[in-house]
């Protein structure tokens, strides 16, 4: 991955290691955190498993990018910049990413509400694959380099004039400063406004919604457009953290985000984030003391394993399906 | 297909490699190898159109044939198998039935989960397959100083496979000539179609369909859908097992990025697109999308580039449509689903009858009354073989409890069920009388007591399980196999009495014809006396309410039932029909000693037929007893019946 990330060198001791690798999880685990909020949401309100969400993230990052370049942002951004257009960017692509979802729902999984629920999973992939083959033709094949937008400075060294060799950076904290905010607002949202209690409604029983009067179709609408907002953010930390972008990266973050949604409990907006942390440091630490090569093995493994033993995972509960 | 349009279609498949020859267009290469991915397009059709199981990483069979081939019978792996003329011939098999195992071992633990997750879980081992593959080609062990394994080359790593055995028949060039690769796969491929056809005709075909159309309605008809799942699971999986062995040795190479999630997706693509379940609509998908792929996008480019040059302008003639490949199936996909979700060649369905349209022809011809006569004959004989003259209750549960959460649904019921009675359960909504009927049935596991059917426990038992022993329902909300036809419906209720297997299925001997046509004739014989004798192959989901009611009775008999539960069998219907079912209830209690366990909201209809009655309220038995007792019970008055029961006895409403 990028140069910035705290790579662990041959000096660090066993526990420094462990502490950046730990580190290391903690801002995947925000990313996947906020990929798997979108895979749950619309899960828990329609029963599907939005294959494409992990594309629009993908997109995200390219959109963000493509936001950047109009203003004319290169390099890192300094001073009353990152008060202004950092905010901006997050805003236009959080648009940009919502609108997306939103239009993704509408063509291809909203005629598809009565039909067997295997029928918009198969639209779900067919999206899928279209949005990545237009990154791809859009960008090419090969990784392209984000421009390095947010200021890179080793806190420990700098800051507090500590002789570390674990890497702490300004882009750790603001990823972290980024993810939980956003993570708080959903949880406001969803718990004390109309809209968010017309979803937890809708989710529960969308029969039984509709006849209190709760405009289903609008919850939805609401739901698909809140998830590509985030995945959207999650794009764009993406991108400003590892400074790489590749057409095929929605695939491969889609499933481990899936896997921290299901891993946490499918439908649990709680579960979704503590899941992302987990499936977050599993992943770093495989990296370290297995092999990137198999990480995704492993992830597919405990991903098969829920799903198989626990499918309500760690924060959801118990359904049954009526007879 | 006409009989003339069978021969040319022969005549044109063997003709087609020298006609190629003599034209010289050389194109039997590619069209081999697009007839391998038909080959495992029709496996994927068992596993997504048969049984309905979305499975995303079909293209782990195929690897695993590919690579048990590659394996056996390649140098680079130091196979003592390789460079023996029998070998290829030998390894074909050996790789299905690898496949076949590893779609046991994936397919066991996995196929419990819903169908959503199950298609998420193939994608997983469809994704870890080829990591494995890829990290596999130098497998060091290391514990402690020791090496039990050092550098150990399992699989040919990101290199992969090179060269692989190639079959050997005497005077047969498969080294040089691709025309005899052109025949081998045509042999296995109409092989297979053969099999497919013939395995979608029987017992096990039925079996799947039922499971695909509502799985809990078939494990309560007889039908186990582990096993029945896991057996298309390994079908299919042995067919990409045959097509990836075929596969490494015609191209000499196995690398595995030819086993990627891409693969999975372009074989869904083929099985959708051609409609999933029909053997013509698949090979059809999986012909037009190999030509799409190879053929129409390249020459579209041409064409494309070729008009930009014409034209002048850059944009068109630097235009390369290939890399939109992807991007056309994914399209595809979106379309056929929106569009045509039953594909080309499906069936279009035709359109339910409104609810008018049902009740009016209810009205005009209704269901002929049942008559004695009518009793199938094999119906008789069987019941009453199996009604050995024991004394003893059919069905006795004791102290019965079941919770959900915090609500108790059951609480220490009991019930007995004698001989050839008809036993009443009514209570008001919410009661605990379907949770009764779904735990007996073993829909739902109970908390406490027991549950013995003709003297033996029931209780964790599976569904199928417990209508094979004897007890068979309806449910409230009828559950028939909606798009399968009438008869198709009852022959699924036979299920459990038939014994044919793979191989009965496949190569159909006597026994297993024979075993067919008695099944039709019984099935026939059912719908005659429930007054469906004319509407065996009407599909299910266009009969009229009523019918569809006494359909789902007719089903519950083919399962030669002790016992038969019946969850509000008149709701819905009209005085006359209400009328014809009671009288059939009774017939079938009185002529074939059958015990029936009845809910039902209609007072006149549980009044008039049931020997003894049982009250539920709020999960408890609050009074048992004879009809008339119970009319006069206080506490049923005064929980369910209500005070005014009398005048509604008078003049019945229908309850939902």
Known sequence: M???????????????????????????????????????????????????????????????????????????????????????????????????????????????????????LITAIGVSFMLENVALLWKGPAPIAYP????????????????????????????????????VALHVFVTRTRWGKAMRATAQDRETAQAMGINVERTILITFFVGGALAGAAGLIQGMYYNIGQWWMGYQAGLRAFTAAVLGGIGSMGGAALGGLVIGFLSAWSDQYVSARWTNAIVFSILILVLVFRPRGLMGEASADKV | MSRRRGILLVAALLAYPF?????????????????????????????????????????????????????????????????????????????????????????????????DYLAIITLGFGEIIPVAIRNLGDVTIEIGGWRPVERLNLTGGENGVNPVGR????????ETDPVPWYFLILVIGVVSLFAMSRLHDSRLGRAWMAIREDETAADCTGVNPISTKLLAFALGASFAGFAGSVYAAKLQAITPGAFEFQVSIMLLCMVVLGGAGSLGGVVLGAMLITVFDRVILSQTTFLVRGLGRAVGMPALAAIDLTLWRWFFFGLGLVLVMLLRPQGLAGRRQRAAPLVDDAEESGAVEAAPPPRVEAIPGWLRERLMAAGDGNAEPVLQVQGLTKRFGGVIALNQVDLVVPRGAIIGLIGPNGAGKTTFFNTVTGLVRPDGGRISFAGASVVGLRPNAIVARGIARTFQSIRLFPHMTVLENVLVGEHCRLGARVAGAVF??????????????????LLAFVGLGDKGDDVARNLAYGDQRRLEIARALATEPRLLLLDEPTAGMNPRETETLTDLIGLLRRELALSVLLIEHDMEVVMGISDRITVLDYGTRIAEGTPSEIQRHPRVIEAYLGTGYEQELAAPTAEP
């Not at chain 1, 939005?50 to 109009?70: C, E, K, P, Q, R």
């Not at chain 1, 702490?168 to 603001?174: I, R």
């Open chain 2, 508 to 525: 159909r001997p006597p026994s297993v014809v024979a075993e067919e046509a008695r099944a039709r004739e019984r099935a026939r014989a």
């Open chain 1, 148 to 183: 390095d937008v947010f200021p890179s400075v080793d806190i420990l060294r700098e800051w507090f004039g500590v002789d570390s060799a674990i890497l702490v950076t300004t882009k750790d904290v603001v990823v972290v400063a980024i993810t939980l905010p956003l993570m």
């Open chain 2, 167 to 174: 079959p050997f028949l005497p005077g047969v060039p498969f």
């Open chain 2, 19 to 115: 006609v190629d020859r003599a034209l010289g267009l050389q194109t039997v290469h590619a069209v081999s190898d697009g007839m391998i991915y038909v080959l495992l397009a029709l496996g994927l059709n068992i596993v997504v159109g048969y049984a309905g199981l979305l499975d995303l990483g079909y293209a782990a069979f195929f690897a695993i044939g590919a690579y048990t081939m590659g394996l056996l019978n390649s140098p680079v792996l130091g196979s003592p198998l390789y460079g023996h003329a029998w070998s290829f011939w030998l390894c074909i098999w050996v790789a299905a039935a690898m496949s076949a195992l590893l779609g046991v071992v994936i397919g066991a633990p996995t196929l419990r989960v819903r169908g």
């Open chain 1, 2 to 120: 990028g140069g910035h990330v705290g790579a662990p060198h041959l000096h660090m001791t066993w526990w420094e290691v462990l502490i950046q690798q730990t580190i290391n999880g903690l801002t995947r685990g925000a990313v996947f955190a906020l990929i798997a909020l979108g895979y749950t949401m619309v899960y828990g309100i329609i029963e599907l498993i939005n294959f494409a969400h992990g594309d629009v993230f993908m997109l995200g990052l390219f959109i963000s990018m493509a936001w950047f370049t109009l203003f004319g942002v290169t390099k890192a951004l300094t001073g009353w910049q990152l008060l202004t257009v950092l905010p901006l960017v997050f805003g236009l692509t959080m648009l940009t990413t919502a609108a997306l979802n939103v239009v993704i729902d509408r063509v291809a999984y909203r005629p598809l509400r009565r039909a067997p629920r295997l029928a918009p």
